[in-house]
């Protein structure tokens, strides 16, 4: 979501993040390649030009966004949020993970809790558009 707002680096840099953190809890499922599929579907710029594998440390990776501007941030974790709630299983290590984004980035208590609403917020709304196309 918003992914489109990152430039050619950050989109790359984020797709690291997000392989990261769909591989923190073992081997990712076919839902999660799903999931990383569709987002790099969305970076349009970068979509054929990368493979599913990490180039860098998780550590540099993080250490990239914290120079970059709040927008980028916040999209960023926007958008792990979602990878890992999509499944409905919200692991320790992801939890773990998104805490030390979260503090990284200086993303405050308040500013997760909007962005997570955000998150509820699309599901809420997808569940019920598909509700009324179905009946």
Do not use: H, W
């Not at 489109?4 to 790359?12: G, I, V």
């Not at 990383?36 to 594998?53: C, G, H, N, P």
């Amino acid at each position: 979501m918003f992914l489109s707002l990152l430039n050619k680096k950050e989109m790359l840099k984020f797709i690291d993040l997000a392989i990261y953190m769909v591989d923190i809890d073992g081997e990712p499922t076919q839902y999660e390649k799903r999931i990383l599929t569709k987002m790099i579907a969305e970076l349009d710029q970068v979509k054929d030009e990368y493979s599913f594998r990490l180039t860098d440390s998780v550590e540099n990776t993080i250490e990239f966004f914290t120079d970059c501007n709040k927008v980028v941030k916040n999209v960023v974790y926007l958008n792990l949020v979602i990878i890992s709630m999509e499944d409905d299983l919200y692991n320790t290590s992801e939890l773990l993970f998104l805490e030390k984004i979260q503090k990284k980035f200086g993303i405050s208590a308040e500013k997760r809790r909007e962005l997570i609403s955000v998150v509820y917020a699309e599901r809420d709304l997808r569940e019920k558009a598909n509700r009324i196309i179905k009946n």
